[in-house]
């Protein structure tokens, strides 16, 4: 017999994970939406965004520590700035060459954050600053309660899906970038500054993602060189929601975190239900929760290609 | 990298070439196969520098006739980097022993050692590495199975009714002391609930913990790491406070409590060794080296990236192949040579090397340490010394 407030309870925690990995999700969706490049440095930049207030927020790199609000300021601020470097400095050299080139740019950029990182503190995770470890649960109807890192996570992303929709849909900008995305050669005929537009992606999209880093190093105590595995999870859940949608960047990680908790709970250990009329246990041994998104990532892709949201591309041949 | 073995003086002994307790070499190569940048390296490395700095103080302070050549490399972690390292020191000579690493690579190459005849002293405590068939690997702790046992024999006598379990990573270090260890609770008469998995790359562990809660679980054996004893005690305090966790050799030292006092305060912890601090209280002459090699290298006593229990932990591995080296050149036998080391390492009976641990005994058929396990509890930031858990020394248990 299925205990509703456990359910809910664990349905509120896949809520709350999915939460963390749709801010890495939607970096990764917004790269892909303007520049078609599949980012495959997301990971490591979450884990640079993590390390970043261990940096500034702890005399550990540093001589002297700032205040941990300052400390997430100024890594979010340094996401912005690394943004616009690596598009001066490196993307904007790729502008018309093969898609393949890009990727294998960003699998080297990936290697060198990781670098960067494994220099100043090995595989040391590091603790976050008191102020940022955000105990407690939030008590909600029904008996059910969700950490308070996770609440936290849950009403920033969403503050981001819903900004980050009205910038696309209401402001100029946002319809350049879409024009841009949609197809760049009519957009430079129209005059856009496809530069522009591409360093303006690569800007929110580290900034986002160094956010996600941040808030996945606040639930899990500290930054920790795991978060860059990350960048796989999120890739499944861009692809359940279609690759080049916000909205289905988030809707995608929701539904991977929930998948996560819920099989890690219900189909693995001595918690695994048993199979309806038998007395058979549904335990399918360590591991499965996190397996279990990627085969529901199987099933849609073979019945939607493009994913849940994602825009259908029909050419003529 | 060239050892010279040379003759030894006094009384000759057939093949081993000599007695008189010297070792008539010049020097004596002591590979190192170290992880400092892989994904152990957060112990790996403090373990490294441990060796590496009392190696340096045996030939300093002439603790052996010759002197220990200790080319060392970083194998990341990666198992066929160990066997290539592992390759490339003993292809062009025949170092008696090596001291290595994790249980991947250790187990990787177990067999090949014994083939070789080079004793492998590594800090993977499995307890599959003492059995007949791996008969050149030594260690210097209690094994993995045991220390679960240590923390299982205390609560049996603090909290006899307790429900345990078991939460570990699903890998060959992971599951290593679980069986052994459900068996040795169910003996016990504890309850055992359903083991539950912890990856080592863990980011959160809400559903791990609420599966501990929904079992009943009031002590949870964590076999892993400490990046995901850190997310499990995190997650701990919203979901589970009441839990007890018992950690296994890697999951606690003293940088990871002192960066995180509040959320490690109350775990339980073992060891066959003594923590930095306790070593350094212990007066003894382990003390005294861990001082001038800090004092030589300019390291700080107060820096707990360094000035930590897995220090400890790499002076004895030094320490073992010291005495190894010893033994076998008191008894007349060449020290240069694997097999005699390995006879070396028979002649360690109630050995606490300097004060830094529970007595070494290691014997042909019985190559397990000690069976003495250290309990320590967290308490205010640090790790404090609770009690010695003495157990039976069981021909059964050895392999398990």
Known sequence: ?317 | MLAFAGCIGGGSDGDDGGGGGGIGADSVMIPGIYDESGATSDVGRPTAIGSRDTITYINENGLLDASIDHPNNDYAYEVPQAQQYYQQYTSDSSPPLIIGWGTADTEALAGTVAEDEVVYVSASYSANLVTEEFPYNFFGNLDYTSQARAHLRWIADNDPEATVGFIFSNTAFGRSPVEGGKEYAEELGLDVAPDINLPLTANSATTQLRQARDQDIDYLIHQNTSAPMRVLLEDRQDIYPELTVCGLTYTVDERVVQQSPDIFEGVRYVNAFRTFQGALDSGGRGADIIEANFEREGRSMDDPEVAQLNYVRGVIHALLMLKGIQNAAEAGNDPTSGPNVRQGMFGIEDDNMFDLAEPFSFAEDDRRPTMNGRLFEVTDGSLSFDTTVELPRRDSWIGL
């Open chain 1, 1 to 317: 017999m299925v205990n509703w407030v456990t359910f809910l309870d664990i349905s509120l925690s896949g809520l709350g994970l999915g939460a963390l990995y749709a801010l890495v999700a939607m970096g990764f969706s917004l790269i892909y939406k303007v520049t078609g490049v599949l980012n495959f440095a997301q990971g490591q930049i979450a884990m640079v965004g993590a390390y970043g207030v261990v940096i500034f927020g702890t005399a550990t790199v540093l001589p002297a520590a700032i205040p941990a609000w300052a400390a997430v300021l100024v890594t979010v601020l340094l996401g912005v700035v690394l943004g616009l470097a690596l598009e001066r400095v490196v993307f904007r050299q790729f502008i018309g060459e093969p898609v393949l080139s890009v990727i294998i740019v960003t699998l080297a950029l990936g290697s060198i954050l990781e670098g960067v990182i494994f220099f100043l503190y090995g595989q040391n995770a590091q603790a976050y600053p008191g102020a940022l470890t955000l105990g407690g649960q939030l008590s909600l109807p029904l008996g059910t309660s969700i950490q308070a890192a996770y609440a936290v996570a849950v009403a920033i992303a969403l503050i981001v899906v819903a900004v980050l929709m009205l910038f696309f849909r209401q402001t100029v900008t946002g319809s350049i970038l879409r024009a841009s995305a949609s197809d760049e050669q009519a957009a430079m005929v129209l005059g856009v500054s496809i530069e522009r537009t591409i360093a303006l992606a690569w800007t929110l999209s580290i900034a986002i993602t160094a956010l996600g880093g941040i808030l996945l190093a606040t639930s899990s105590g500290g930054a920790a060189v795991s978060i860059e595995n990350t960048g796989i999870i999120i890739f499944a859940a861009v692809v359940l929601g279609g690759l080049d949608s916000i909205p289905g960047a988030f809707i995608g990680s929701i539904v991977v975190g929930v998948l996560q908790e819920l099989g890690s709970y219900y189909l693995v250990g001595g918690t695994a239900v048993y199979v309806p009329f038998t007395n058979i246990q549904a335990n399918f041994g360590a591991g499965f929760g996190e397996i279990l998104p990627l085969i529901l990532l199987l099933v849609v892709i073979l019945v939607k290609p493009y994913g849940l949201f994602g825009t259908e591309r029909i050419e003529r041949l």
